[in-house]
């Protein structure tokens, strides 16, 4: 796909450089295996939506909510969140060498939140019911999930999807006639007047949902361990949701540059990395803070069952946040991708736990998930990865080859000295 032609050069943003994936074949064996793992959880989830709950589900009185939530909604947006991430460091902060990325973070928001709104379609029982959310007059004004089944559904489907659409609108111009290339063009500045609005939106909308998420919480009350139940719990998933979508973003370009033999640029890797390091480190302050000003700290380290949780999620992004403090490291790809991976799985561990691990709602009662349960929400992840491969076969959504600087990413130990010029 040429995006040098001159008169569609004004439909191209020049800092989201990308280029799609066409030397391989659409259809692959990975694929096929992502795609018949999806197939698989969707067929189940079908099942589930005609059956009895009892059958697919290891929810009782006590858990109300079981994997498709905790999991699947309260959990993995979180790694959903590198277009709010990534956005706010680019346009906010005006850390432009971000731009280059900007489409690989988009496209992963855009497919982790449609797939998350499928599995919570299916989760709710009565899918056909949701149009209510669009008659405000209908609304329950006292409802914890107004804010967020408001906000999830109207951020993917509208200001995600305008923020995707550049990259479909170049397929078209490059792709179509005469005819669809000056209707393009002739839109091309309506559109560009309407993207300062989206970009506000598209901002303040996850910033909402994300908090709200945590805030949910707080109605659980002491039924959550004092470690995890704080009245900071909405700032607290915020900023999970922060290093948890940068390093997915790292970790998604660092796999797929690798899968693809794809090119990135060193200093764009250092960037993020650094950026994660920053986040990792407020959320630590904030979250240590808290349990000082709660006079927690004791439990902290009391090496009870819960303590010990406590101090492996820590330890889980406290490490990636100290290491990355080196820039050797940060521009060193396969440290990058490990230490993304922990700040991923700290993040991930956080907004888990106090949903299903330290949530206690009444004594001698546990949840675990049943087998069916797993293979849906496999079959979910399984979606978005399939959705994910063809995408980037289709569209321009991974950095091409740049000139400069950058790494080619084997996942050695290579440090400055082994950067290559093209």
């Not at 009892?54 to 999991?71: E, H, L, P, R, V």
């Not at 797939?115 to 009565?126: E, I, K, Q, S, Y």
Request: some cysteine; hydrophobic content about 50%; overall charge positive.
């Amino acid at each position: 796909m040429n995006t040098n032609d001159s008169t569609g050069r004004n439909l191209v943003n020049h800092w989201q450089r990308g280029v799609p994936v066409s030397d391989e074949s659409v259809v692959t064996p990975s694929l096929i295996f992502f795609a018949g793992l999806a197939a698989f959880g969707l067929i189940l989830a079908v099942a589930r939506f005609f059956s009895p709950l009892s059958k697919f589900s290891g929810m009782n009185d006590a858990y109300a909510w079981g994997i498709w939530k905790t999991f699947n909604v309260m959990t993995l947006t979180a790694l959903g969140s590198g277009p709010l991430a990534v956005g706010m460091a680019a346009w906010v902060f005006n850390r432009q060498k971000l731009h280059v990325v900007m489409r690989t973070a988009l496209v992963s928001g855009f497919l982790f939140y449609s797939t998350g709104l499928v599995a919570l379609g299916f989760d709710v029982g009565r899918a056909w019911n949701f149009y209510n959310i669009l008659m405000p007059w209908r609304w329950n004004a006292e409802s914890a999930m107004l804010e967020i089944s408001f906000c999830m559904p109207v951020y993917c489907f509208i200001f995600l999807a305008f923020e995707n659409l550049p990259m479909v609108l170049e397929r078209f111009y490059f792709t179509g006639n005469a005819a669809t290339k000056a209707f393009l063009v002739r839109c091309a500045p309506a559109l560009r007047r309407m993207y300062p609005f989206i970009i506000t939106l598209a901002y303040v909308l996850p910033l909402m949902h994300q908090s709200s998420l945590g805030g949910l919480l707080l109605l659980a009350g002491t039924k959550i361990h004092p470690l995890w139940q704080t009245p900071f719990l909405p700032l607290l998933y915020l900023l999970a949701a922060g290093f948890c979508g940068l390093g997915f973003v790292i970790i998604l370009l660092l796999m797929a540059c690798l899968r693809y033999k794809r090119q990135l640029e060193d200093d764009v890797l250092g960037e993020l990395g650094n950026l994660l390091s920053y986040v990792c480190f407020v959320y630590l302050a904030v979250r240590f803070g808290d349990l000082v000003w709660r006079r927690q700290l004791g439990a902290a380290f009391a090496l009870d069952q819960m303590s010990l949780l406590f101090l492996l999620e820590t330890a889980l992004i406290l490490v990636p946040a100290v290491a990355l403090r080196s820039r050797s490291m940060r521009e060193t790809p396969r440290t990058l991708l490990y230490m993304a991976t922990l700040a991923c799985l700290g993040g991930l561990f956080y907004r888990f736990t106090p949903t299903t691990i330290a949530f206690l709602p009444a004594r001698d009662a546990s949840y675990f998930p049943s087998t069916p349960e797993v293979l849906m929400a496999i079959g979910y992840i399984a979606l978005g990865i399939t959705a994910f491969g063809l995408t980037v076969k289709y569209f321009a959504v991974l950095p091409g080859k740049m000139t400069g600087r950058h790494y080619r990413f084997r996942l050695l130990r290579q440090g400055r000295a082994e950067t290559v010029r093209t």
